[in-house]
């Protein structure tokens, strides 16, 4: 394989000011300060990882979902039904809304290729109680293509399992405050940050 056919093969990761990463502000400026693109990782997964859902982890991507409604948001398996007045009240239009429940868990990672395929630009948001890295890796190359943003909740006890993700947290509520772990960030560093605007729910 030639130089020239082997840098433009999709599973080459490719460096360089024209390569970095679309972002866009979390909304908390603390919070970006910590992400090397200030902002969330676009064209990529970030992985989010709680002791159990409600503590204020929708929250934290309202202010990105509003910036890239326009695009459409797809919420797959979510183990609660959004409140749409809440939505509303954050800036959603919820006609920019999608919600799909798969009938089985395994059925989750078609349901986000076919999102993505589908939407070029758009943003996912998806539960996933099992899913394996080629899986994964897969997912996160389609991603890349579509120019998407996905945003995978995961259980705590899959935390150090391989992933291409671009963007590990790990979010836990501490008084009134929501913490934000940063367990992994490629082209970054780990940290903490505590996000006090984020009082509580989900």
Known sequence: MSLEALIAHSKVWKLGRQQQWQSVSTGFAELDRCLPGAGWPRRAITEVFVDHYGIGELRLFMPALTQLEQYGITWIAPPYIPYAPALVRYGLTLQNILMIQPTTEKDIPWAIEQVVHAHRGSTVLA????????????????????????????????????????????????????????????????????????GGGG
């Open 127 to 198: 539960w996933l109680q099992v899913i394996n890295n080629t899986v994964l890796r897969r997912l996160q190359l389609i991603i890349e293509a579509q120019q998407a943003w996905a945003v995978f909740f995961r259980p705590i006890a899959a935390l150090h399992e391989k992933s291409p993700a671009a963007l590990k947290l790990y979010l836990s509520r501490q008084a009134e405050c929501l913490s934000v772990e940063i367990v992994k960030c490629r082209g970054g560093k780990p940290g903490c940050v505590k996000l006090a605007e984020l």
